[in-house]
């Protein structure tokens, strides 16, 4: 199994990327896929999940309103839109994939449920 994510970089205050995450090696449309974001010296972050069919998404309170996840099973991958971005989200980010069954936010913003994880790309904003 392999998460690659993609479309990290540097970008201004006000700016937007868009984050791929390609899967391979696992029957991708059972899977639910989150976003998580870490900083050095601090705990890895939920951002926002999508659920196996895509129907649903769920975000973390700061970044509702300027992040949007979608995937496209026909082609293994989850997107991560970001806009308005800020220097607070700053990071490297990461997508992960979980095929349990309870894909509710209480359940998909938690990093144990996750079974398989990217390697990361980096964001960075500038002011």
């Known amino acids: 199994v392999q998460l690659v994510e993609s479309g990290g970089g540097l970008v201004q205050a006000g700016g937007s990327l868009r984050l791929s995450c390609a899967a391979s090696?696992?029957?991708?449309?059972?899977?639910?896929v989150g976003w998580f974001r870490q900083v050095p010296g601090k705990e890895r972050e939920f951002v926002a999940a999508v659920i196996w069919s895509g129907v649903r998404t769920y975000y973390a309170d700061s970044v509702k309103g300027r992040f949007a996840i979608s995937r496209d099973n026909a082609k293994n991958t989850v997107y991560l839109q970001m806009n308005s971005l800020k220097p607070e989200d700053t990071a490297v980010y990461s997508c992960?994939?979980?095929?349990?069954?309870?894909?509710?936010?209480?359940?998909?913003?938690?990093?144990?449920?996750?079974?398989?994880w990217g390697q990361g790309t980096q964001v960075t904003v500038s002011s």
């Open positions: 992960a994939a979980t095929h349990d069954a309870n894909q509710i936010m209480a359940v998909m913003s938690q990093r144990h449920v996750y079974d398989f």
């Open positions: 090696g696992l029957a991708f449309n059972r899977y639910g």
